[in-house]
């Protein structure tokens, strides 16, 4: 009884052996080559604006995370605002990035439905929309791999802050 299993096996352990290597090779063979572009559409892609000058730096607007934040501005273009972030090498999370939420955000861990995106944490300096520029709300750091939120800045408002600044 154990010889014909025996058998059966070398048999099927033979087939297997050749079929599986010649499977995979057909299939790498036959898939689809990966899309390419030769550059990122114009609505996916945000332009790198230049700012004139530094408006303030803070580095006590988040009180868990060890973030310094830069104000800056562009007289160029009427006045628009960005925002730099920098942070200590030892403070890693992983694909972090910015929302801007009015008012007071509630202490929970998903991003608030009025959250507008700014970007990624380490894409330097992003830009704010006008309507942030004349609202007063905070800043919300979101780790995407983890799936949480990592701080919420201290409420402050662009306009004000901007206009006391050193």
Not at 60 to 83: E, I, K
Request: charged share 15%.
């Amino acid at each position: 009884m154990i010889r014909p299993l025996r058998q059966c096996h070398y048999r099927v352990s033979l087939v297997l052996g050749i079929f599986l290597p010649a499977a995979l090779t057909l299939g790498i063979a036959a898939r689809k080559p990966a899309p390419l572009i030769a550059e990122i559409p114009a609505a996916l892609s945000r332009a790198q604006q230049g700012f004139d000058f530094v408006q303030w730096r803070r580095a006590d607007l988040f009180a868990r995370a060890p973030v310094q934040v830069q104000l800056l501005r562009d007289a160029r273009y009427s006045g628009r605002y960005g925002l730099k972030f920098s942070a200590e090498k030892n403070f890693v999370k992983p694909d972090l990035i910015v929302y801007w939420s009015a008012g007071n955000p509630a202490s929970t861990n998903t991003v608030p439905e009025n959250a507008i995106f700014l970007g990624a944490f380490d894409a330097g300096a992003l830009p704010l929309p006008v309507s942030v520029e004349h609202s007063s709300g905070s800043l919300v750091l979101f780790s995407l791999a983890d799936g949480e939120i990592v701080d919420v800045s201290k409420p402050f408002s662009i306009q004000a802050t901007g206009a006391s600044a050193n």
